[in-house]
């Protein structure tokens, strides 16, 4: 419920953090999209969200547990590491579908702290995330909080394959 109420933040918040000039219609679709993707995530069983804030909504990073059936990794393009395969029949992998927060340099870490406590709250022991190749920036600020590559996986319902990320946490 508390994802819900804060949907119109959560909305402003990613405009603000995907520092694009695109133009003013081309925002509001995005923002569209975002919604639409937030309130499925929502409905997702385990949903989980952890925010920031100030005076104002700093930052924010939500996903749900990966299904021990293995649906999250369809499309794998090759093998899927057998110990990725084994942490996800043990519920031990959760996924990360949002992580916001604003363009700012001192902003950054506030990201990595809040997937990390995310993912630690739900003794998780690996985070995953699918991420569309052509969003560099997004890729780049994973990698830089640690996230490995793992492969591409393809989506029925989308025209390219989305690079799979991973952020173990502990050995």
Do not use: K
């Not at 309130?39 to 804030?53: C, H, K, Q, S, T």
């Not at 996924?95 to 003794?123: K, M, W």
């Amino acid at each position: 419920w508390l994802a819900q109420d804060l949907s119109g933040e959560l909305a402003d918040l990613y405009v603000d953090s995907r520092q694009t000039s695109a133009a003013e219609a081309h925002r509001s679709r995005s923002r569209q999209d975002f919604l639409n993707r937030l309130a499925g995530d929502i409905r997702r069983p385990g949903f989980a969200m952890v925010i920031a804030e100030t005076d104002h909504l700093v930052g924010c990073v939500f996903g749900f547990p990966v299904a021990a059936d293995g649906l999250w990794w369809r499309g794998f393009d090759g093998a899927l590491p057998r110990s990725i395969e084994q942490l996800t029949l043990s519920g031990g992998v959760f996924a990360i579908t949002g992580i916001l927060v604003r363009p700012r340099p001192r902003d950054r870490e506030v990201a990595r702290r809040l997937q990390e406590r995310l993912l630690s709250g739900h003794q998780a022991s690996l985070g995953a995330t699918l991420v569309d190749p052509g969003d560099l920036q997004a890729l780049a600020s994973l990698r830089a909080w640690g996230w490995l590559d793992l492969g591409e996986v393809g989506r029925p319902a989308g025209p390219t394959a989305l690079h799979a990320l991973v952020f173990p946490l502990g050995e």
